[in-house]
């Protein structure tokens, strides 16, 4: 079993509104990945969680939150979002493992949420 | 992170086999090589991955020359449900977490 599951499919949020959105795996990865991508455009990573701690952010505003409550969920909040941040958000997980490996760790995507910042 | 280049787009027919061609000119010794799969407002699916010589599976063949400078995926017998994007990567082997950087990709369009 390789899923990545994300809820809701479908996002349309006011500038003022705070929403969240949500991944799962049960996959007992222990890394998991926030991706953004803008359409006809590759997906650009914006956190990386690795054994439940924020391991890379790369330079995302503040108004997107993630959170990482256990080692089968991560969250994305978001807060007083630009309608420049309507896009595609797509979550991933990994095997993760601390110890050093001789495979990559390949990443599993999620189907993704379509957002829409009016 | 080592550099890919890929055709931006190709066309096929159906029932034909694809091949598409991804350069890596910079690979590193620990670097594998990994192809994915987007269709149109879905995340990216993994289809295959290798380090030298050939790898198959039940949807593609990946041949990786000597050299390890470029990869081609191959697709047998492809059908319309095959118009996609598809992302060559060079990924380092590590059981740790690690960024992956998309290229541009190559958007295939299968015709009837």
């Known amino acids: 079993d390789t899923e990545v599951t994300q809820t809701p499919k479908h996002l349309v949020m006011g500038m003022t509104n705070k929403k969240s959105l949500k991944c799962e795996q049960h996959?007992?990865?222990?890394?998991m990945y926030w991706y953004k991508q803008k359409a006809k455009k590759p997906p650009e990573l914006m956190f990386v969680?690795?054994?439940?701690?924020?391991?890379i952010n790369e330079s995302v505003p503040s108004r997107f939150s993630p959170e990482c409550p256990n080692s089968s969920l991560l969250n994305l909040h978001l807060h007083a979002l630009q309608p420049e941040d309507s896009a595609l958000y797509l979550c991933?997980?990994?095997?993760?493992?601390?110890?050093?490996?001789?495979?990559?760790?390949?990443?599993?995507f999620g189907p993704g949420t379509r957002l829409t910042v009016l | 992170l080592a550099k890919t280049t890929q055709p931006i787009s190709m066309d096929s027919y159906e029932g034909q086999e694809v091949n598409i061609t991804c350069s890596h000119n910079?690979?590193?010794?620990?670097?594998?090589i990994t192809w994915y799969q987007q269709f149109p407002s879905q995340g990216p699916r993994f289809i295959i991955q290798?380090?030298?010589t050939k790898v198959t599976n039940e949807v593609a063949s990946l041949f990786i020359p000597a050299d390890r400078k470029s990869s081609t995926l191959s697709l047998p017998r492809v059908s319309l449900s095959d118009t996609a994007v598809y992302y060559c990567?060079?990924?380092?082997?590590?059981?740790?977490?690690?960024?992956?950087?998309f290229g541009s990709g190559t958007q295939l369009t299968v015709l009837p």
């Open positions: 991933a997980s990994s095997q993760g493992s601390k110890r050093p490996g001789r495979r990559p760790d390949t990443q599993y």
């Open positions: 996959m007992g990865h222990r890394a």
């Open positions: 969680y690795s054994y439940e701690k924020l391991s």
């Open positions: 910079n690979i590193a010794t620990n670097d594998y």
């Open positions: 290798g380090y030298k």
């Open positions: 990567l060079v990924v380092p082997f590590s059981g740790s977490a690690r960024q992956l950087t």
